[in-house]
T-cell receptor
Framework: AQRVTQPEKLLSVFKGAPVELKCNYS??????LFWYVQYSRQRLQLLLR??SRESIKGFTADLNKGETSFHLKKPFAQEEDSAMYYC???????????FGTGTKLQVIP | DAGVIQSPRHEVTEMGQEVTLRCKPI?????LFWYRQTMMRGLELLIY????????DSGMPEDRFSAKMPNASFSTLKIQPSEPRDSAVYFC?????????????FGEGSWLTVV
């Protein structure tokens, strides 16, 4: 079975402070990991995926297979980063996609 | 493409009534997912289809929930009878196998309130 855990429901940081949203997963094979973001009154949308090793809007995430983690990081938080963030795992022949429970990021001005 | 289209956007219904949520995936996408979003549980996968065939419905809460995909451009999620605890936002999403990163595209959601 595959599982995604986001331990924090709410994370509040001050503008300019570093951000780390935690994500741990369990899956016996080789998963694909993603971060999705949902801004207020907008659709859920892809932020980044581990396979691309990209930086989007200043966010990065590194897959650590030893710790089975895929934490999302940004060195300096901006007010526009306030949103709901979901970590997701895609796996198996039929590419089942499982999401974590989400973390609400609140950036305080 | 208009993206994934869901209807209704908002629905308020009385306990015991039947609720039908509808979804039109992006043309050409061969996967369709139904998710439920609540404050307590976040985003839960209810069921997903590949080429109109249900692959995994283990997330469907109970027999009151059913989903169909009669063709590649339409899917329904039905709750009968509805209960107050079914109140949530229901998202439909679609994806095409082999797309860059296998990105999922979400609809805007159907906000269901059962009173």
């Amino acid at each position: 079975a595959q599982r995604v855990t986001q331990p924090e429901k709410l994370l509040s940081v001050f503008k300019g402070a570093p951000v780390e949203l935690k994500c741990n997963y369990s899956y016996s094979g080789s998963p694909e990991l993603f971060w999705y973001v949902q801004y207020s009154r907008q659709r859920l949308q892809l932020l980044l995926r581990h396979i691309s090793r990209e930086s989007i809007k200043g966010f990065t995430a590194d897959l650590n297979k030893g710790e089975t983690s895929f934490h999302l990081k940004k060195p300096f938080a901006q007010e526009e980063d306030s949103a709901m963030y979901y970590c997701a795992l895609s796996s198996g022949g039929y590419q089942k996609v499982t999401f974590g429970t989400g973390t609400k990021l609140q950036v305080i001005p | 493409d208009a993206g994934v289209i869901q209807s209704p956007r908002h629905e308020v219904t009385e306990m015991g009534q039947e609720v039908t949520l509808r979804c039109k995936p992006i043309s050409g996408h061969d996967y369709l997912f139904w998710y439920r979003q609540t404050m307590m549980r976040g985003l839960e996968l209810l069921i997903y289809f590949n080429n109109n065939v249900p692959i995994d419905d283990s997330g469907m809460p109970e027999d009151r929930f059913s989903a169909k995909m009669p063709n590649a451009s339409f899917s329904t999620l039905k709750i009968q009878p509805s209960e107050p605890r079914d109140s949530a936002v229901y998202f439909c999403a679609s994806r095409v196998q082999g797309s860059p990163g296998n990105t999922i595209y979400f609809g805007e959601g159907s906000w269901l309130t059962v009173v």
